[in-house]
């Protein structure tokens, strides 16, 4: 049964930092590219950040020398990092996980940026 599971979101200052952990069962981890996307109300679904099996990484420009995305195949766990955290980073969080032509999302987490 093939599970992507997120974990970390909550509420924080902005300047804050927060780090989400999204854990893959079920298929060959190390073989997806895994991306977090997300969706603010009222708005759609974006891509945040992406990394390749083999590590290569892209970012949207909005969260560029601010978001690090990492993995780790021994956990089978993807890493958002996020710092300097801004209100209009509030959304709720999914994690993706892809190789064609299979693809899975997580449920998502909520990151609330606010004083």
């Known amino acids: 049964q093939v599970q992507v599971v997120e974990s970390g979101g909550g509420l924080v200052q902005p300047g804050g930092s927060l780090r989400l952990s999204c854990a893959g069962s079920?298929?060959?981890?190390?073989?997806?590219?895994m991306s977090w996307y997300r969706q603010a109300p009222g708005k759609e679904r974006e891509l945040v950040a992406r990394?390749?099996?083999?590590?290569?990484?892209n970012y949207a420009d909005s969260v560029k020398g601010r978001f690090t995305i990492s993995r780790d195949n021994a956990k089978n766990t993807v890493y958002l990092q996020m710092t300097s955290l801004k209100p209009e980073d509030t959304a709720v969080y999914y994690c993706?996980?892809?190789?064609?032509?299979?693809?899975?999302w997580g449920q998502g987490t909520q990151v609330t940026v606010s004083s």
């Open positions: 990394i390749s099996p083999g590590g290569s990484t």
């Open positions: 993706n996980a892809r190789v064609s032509p299979y693809e899975y």
């Open positions: 079920g298929f060959t981890f190390s073989t997806y590219a």
